[in-house]
């Protein structure tokens, strides 16, 4: 069971992220944009960090430089979950350093997969 931080300004796309994932016994914490998500990785230590790209302030590319360069969060993996779909935005994300990338609409079976490789096998 991981801890998992869910970063979207999208109320149905955290809904149904939440949704997919909850039978997996999971637990969860919500956050809308960049700012917030690093305040609640700092504080909640997270497992695992799902975070969209597109979002008021500081977005999820900012947010996930942010948290890799912070001695206090660079050990929490984060895995990227956008409808930015394009090669260029993924190679971006990941050299932001995101763990993986996952494109909206994100499956079930994808995000349990990155889940369980990056959260629960360290």
């Not at 695992?48 to 050990?75: S, Y």
């Not at 990941?94 to 959260?119: D, F, H, M, T």
Request: net charge neutral; proline share 4%; with cysteine.
């Amino acid at each position: 069971m991981a801890r998992v931080l869910i970063v979207d300004d999208s109320p149905t796309d955290k809904l149904a992220m939440y949704s997919m994932l909850k039978k997996y016994g999971h637990n969860f914490i919500f956050a809308e944009d960049g700012d917030s998500a690093i305040a609640a990785a700092k504080e909640k230590q997270p497992d695992i960090i799902l975070m969209d790209v597109i979002m008021p302030q500081v977005n999820g590319f900012q947010a996930t430089r942010k948290l890799a360069q912070d001695k206090a969060t660079a050990h929490i993996p984060v895995v990227i979950v956008s409808s930015k779909t394009q090669e260029s935005d993924v190679f971006w994300g990941l050299r932001q350093g995101a763990k993986a990338y996952v494109c909206k609409p994100a499956q079930e079976a994808e995000l349990a997969a990155v889940i369980q490789q990056y959260a629960l096998t360290h």
